[in-house]
Every structure is written in structure tokens, then in C-alpha cells.
């Protein structure tokens, strides 16, 4: 293990999660920090991960973007119960291109993208049957052929500087070890549980 690349290693990780049953191996916790200091976590999926960083998407009027614009960093963590493992990420964050977010946002499926226009995410509502309403409105007004993103839609990559690595193993003797960016490398270090 120590040898490998922590991106390849993280990928081979997250199938064999996916073999071992995990409901979704992509869903991971994203925790940021506002303006005041005030720590928040929450659950996001991750929608990329390649040499450049860790991708996922969401409305840029969100609270987890206020956050990002307050302080650019952020910290994840993949937990997958039915392999024993859990990965965690930490690093600066920045916007992914115009380009990627088009790309991804034209993949979704059709009700995502409505969703997309229609969420004010994280903003009070009345009633769920208010996000119904604007769905079926967003639904009206994009009636024939592709939904484009919406302005308020993208994404953003956390660049890794840190990737630590569990293992589950009986009597608490985990493996443990940690890969730290050295430069264009990785500096490859073990860990006590």
C-alpha cells in the first residue's frame, strides 16, 4: 500500500466498496467553515476524482458556498461500513470551468436538471408542495428540448494536500497511514490508530 498513488489507491477503494454492497460509495461528507469560524458538515456526492482533485456540485447560493467563498478550503470524508475503510481529504477549494459543469449538469437526469432551476436551496418554503410547484413551472418552461445549467449551478474541486487512509482490523489494530503533497509528489506516512 505504501507505494501506491493515493488517487489510484482512493479509486481502487471506492469499487471494491462498491463490490462490498455500499448503498453509495460516492456520498461523503464535505465540512466547511464560515465567515465567524463556525464549523458545518454535511452529506454531497462526489461526482469526479482524478490526479487535479475531488469534484461535486451544487447551487451557488447555498450556505456550503457562502462558506467556501469565507475560507477555500474544505475537509471530506468517505466512510464505506461494509469494506471496514474510510478515506479523508483535505485541501484548498476552487470553482471547476464553465466547460466541466456544463458537461456534468447535461448528464443528469432530466428531473435533476428541473430541480436545479427550481430548489432555492436551503431557503425556507412553506410547504413541500411549494418545490412541487416550481418544479412543475420549471417543467413548463423548459417543455421542449435541453434544460441549460442555471446560473446558480456548479461545481467545485478540492484539491488535495492531505489523504488519510483506514482500515478496520480486529482489537483496534487498523491500518493507518497518510499520504501528504509533497510538490508535483506524495510523501507516504504511517500512522497508530
Known amino acids: 500500500m505504501e507505494n501506491a498513488e493515493p488517487i489510484s489507491l482512493f479509486k481502487e477503494w471506492m469499487e471494491e466498496a462498491r463490490r462490498a454492497g455500499s448503498v453509495d460509495p460516492t456520498a461523503m461528507s464535505l465540512a466547511t467553515v464560515d465567515a465567524q469560524g463556525r464549523p458545518a458538515v454535511r452529506m454531497v456526492l462526489l461526482k469526479g476524482v482524478d490526479e487535479r482533485g475531488f469534484v461535486f456540485y451544487t447551487n451557488l447560493e447555498s450556505p456550503k458556498v457562502a462558506d467556501l467563498k469565507a475560507h477555500p478550503r474544505a475537509a471530506l470524508c468517505f466512510h464505506w461500513a461494509q469494506s471496514e475503510r474510510q478515506v479523508r481529504v483535505d485541501g484548498p477549494v476552487e ?56 446560473p446558480h449551478w456548479s461545481g467545485f474541486r478540492v484539491r488535495p494536500e ?18 501528504t503533497r509533497a510538490g508535483e509528489s506524495w510523501k507516504h506516512q504511517w500512522l497508530f490508530p
Open 95 to 150: 470553482p471547476v470551468t464553465d466547460v466541466e459543469a456544463d458537461a456534468y449538469f447535461a448528464s443528469r437526469a432530466r428531473l435533476s436538471q428541473l430541480g436545479a432551476w427550481a430548489s432555492k436551496q436551503s431557503q425556507p418554503m412553506e410547504g413541500y408542495w411549494e418545490l412541487e410547484k416550481a418544479v412543475a413551472a420549471t417543467a413548463l418552461r423548459f417543455a421542449v428540448g435541453s434544460v441549460p445549467r442555471p
Open 162 to 179: 492531505k489523504i488519510e487512509f483506514w482500515h478496520q482490523k480486529p482489537f483496534r489494530h487498523h491500518q493507518r497511514f497518510v499520504y
